[in-house]
């Protein structure tokens, strides 16, 4: 990962909300998030009682303000990895129908799905959504775009 802030734990351990936690990282396990370089995905409850916004995110994370964030719409961040193409090799499409699973965990449990997307070349991605307890989770992986 990039280099964020010690105090950001990554979480598979939440108890106030293991089976949406679970599902993600069964979903995720394995699984790279494919740029100009392959990364995991990990899990993380968000720690913060204020809710999950890109000016929090930034603050907790030790980022200036000015950090570039962008926000995306949780179908467009999974569009290209869940639609097969005619080119794809059988391990694409392996991939593809892991990407959907991963999707379907997040769809099945989560409600206010966003993915918010830190800095530029190296950049931290967070896939995030609400469970039913109003707890925020979600996986973050990173990707590489020049």
Do not use: C
Request: charged share 25%; net charge negative.
């Amino acid at each position: 990962m990039s280099d964020l802030r010690d105090d950001w734990e990554d979480r598979e351990d939440t108890v106030a909300t293991p089976d949406a936690l679970d599902a993600l990282l069964q979903a995720a396990d394995g699984l790279l998030m494919t740029s100009e370089s392959d990364y995991p995905f990990t899990a993380f409850r968000w720690p913060e009682p204020d809710p999950l916004t890109p000016a929090a995110l930034l603050a907790h994370l030790g980022l200036p303000p000015d950090t570039p964030v962008e926000e995306r719409a949780f179908s467009t961040f999974f569009a290209r990895l869940t639609t097969a193409q005619d080119w794809h090799s059988d391990d694409d499409r392996v991939n593809v129908a892991r990407f959907t699973t991963l999707r379907d965990a997040f769809t099945k449990r989560l409600t206010d799905l966003v993915v918010y997307r830190v800095s530029l070349i190296k950049i931290d991605t967070f896939v995030v959504g609400t469970t039913p307890d109003g707890a925020v989770v979600g996986l973050r992986t990173v990707q590489i775009e020049t």
